[in-house]
């Protein structure tokens, strides 16, 4: 990935969201927010955050770009941090139905659901998922997204995920954004283990993960962990066979059904426990206790016309929450961030600071890479949007619309929206 050396002036605020952890309580809040300030990015990296004038002619005489975001705000790049981006064929007539009133656990008893996707990622070409994957990764950046973690999953067998996972690496060699991969090979009961989810959790133990792992294609592991698809228990085991292998920790947890995937989360010491509308007080508390960042998907509760996750309690209880879209063809097909922050901020009581904190520092820390992206620190990869509007208060103001205006991704610029620039 090519990095560059660029200098953004004049901005009238820069958004740092500063920290190299996850944030949580009323630290969500706090975004050190420097007034008029400008930003020096060298090979990649952000060497300095100035109120300082700056000599633009000796940096112009040095080959740096230099950028002037007077009248504008800037804000780190957000970082989705629970995705399922690579995928075949579409799923437009269930969304149709639950807008009928039919359920999710509906859908999927009567074949549809992620089994639905499973037919059209197995015959989809690993090209043609790379083509559709560059359309997808090209309109996260429209909104700001400068990395993305992608999931396996609609292949429920060994080829089709590998092929998903080596289409995400290809993805992340040809892409400006960065893709952070996770192996969800637990993601539903295919039809020959829809009545023994045991045998399918040792397939997966033992013929899909070592391969996974040796070919070095995903750095998290990840299981649906919900009634009538995997258990806590057969969660338990799937993800400790992971966790022994060295995969890094994610759970999709109490998203239907009070089950206890948030304990389970914190029992591993997973990075994340994901989506958790029906997560219980004590798996609150217990994966604040245990540094498990709560990743909350309102899109997908938006979707599903499902009640949201307790945001609020979440954070008054100190514990790390992160936003992400859970973009995927079924349940969530949005990858919009916009309508992303008006739901957090309109429908779950979070405030705008909190949910920029969610989708910057804390986004990166549900994926391990708190000292790398997520906030304008000095020593960090210079990953900078640059918004149209003066202040940061516009993001929730200007309702289901983007306000990126320029994308910067390890201090080169990747995206200008109002010059036509490719990505």
């Not at 948030?262 to 609150?284: C, F």
């Amino acid at each position: 990935m090519k990095k560059g050396n660029l200098i953004i002036i004049n901005a009238n605020q820069i958004v740092t969201c500063s920290g190299f952890k996850g944030k949580s309580g009323a630290a969500m809040s706090d975004l050190n927010v420097i007034e008029n300030g400008s930003i020096v990015i060298e090979d990649g990296v952000i060497a300095k955050i100035t109120q300082d004038v700056l000599d633009v002619k000796e940096y112009e005489s040095k080959g740096f770009e230099i950028i002037d975001a007077s009248n504008r705000c800037v804000l780190p790049g957000f970082v989705d941090s629970h995705t399922h981006l690579v995928f075949g064929g579409y799923r437009e007539q269930e969304y149709n139905w639950r807008l009928e009133g039919q359920g999710y656990m509906d859908i999927m008893s009567k074949g549809g659901g992620i089994i639905n996707s499973v037919k059209g990622t197995k015959d989809a070409s690993a090209e043609e998922l790379i083509k559709v994957g560059i359309k997808r990764l090209n309109s996260m950046t429209g909104f700001g997204v400068t990395t993305v973690e992608g999931k396996s999953g609609y292949g429920l067998d060994l080829d089709t995920e590998i092929k998903q996972l080596e289409v995400m690496k290809r993805l992340n060699e040809i892409h400006s954004l960065d893709i952070v991969t996770t192996f969800l090979g637990p993601h539903a009961r295919p039809a020959e283990y829809k009545t023994d989810p045991d045998a399918f959790i040792d397939f997966m133990i033992d013929t899909v993960l070592p391969v996974v792992d040796e070919k070095g294609l995903a750095e998290f592991a990840d299981i649906f962990c919900e009634e009538n698809v995997f258990s806590v228990e057969q969660s338990r085991r799937f993800l400790g066979a992971a966790k022994a292998r060295g995969f890094k920790l994610k759970i999709h947890a109490d998203e239907i059904v009070q089950l206890g995937g948030a304990e389970l989360a914190a029992e591993l010491g997973a990075y994340s426990a994901d989506h958790l509308l029906q997560a219980s007080d004590a798996g609150i508390i217990a994966m604040r206790d245990a540094g498990v960042v709560a990743t909350i998907l309102p899109c997908t509760a938006f979707s599903l016309k499902e009640s949201y996750a307790r945001a609020r309690t979440m954070i008054d209880q100190n514990l790390v929450v992160a936003l992400a879209t859970d973009f995927n063809p079924g349940s969530c097909f949005t990858e919009s961030i916009p309508l992303l922050i008006a739901l957090a901020t309109n429908q779950m009581g979070m405030s705008i600071e909190e949910t920029i904190t969610a989708l910057t520092i804390n986004g990166a820390a549900a994926l391990d890479r708190a000292d790398q992206i997520g906030s304008i620190d000095v020593g960090k990869n210079a990953d900078i949007v640059i918004h149209e509007f003066p202040t940061y208060k516009f993001l929730p103001y200007h309702i289901g619309v983007s306000t990126v205006e320029k994308v910067i991704k390890n201090g080169v610029l990747i995206l200008d929206k109002f010059n036509d620039q490719p990505y």
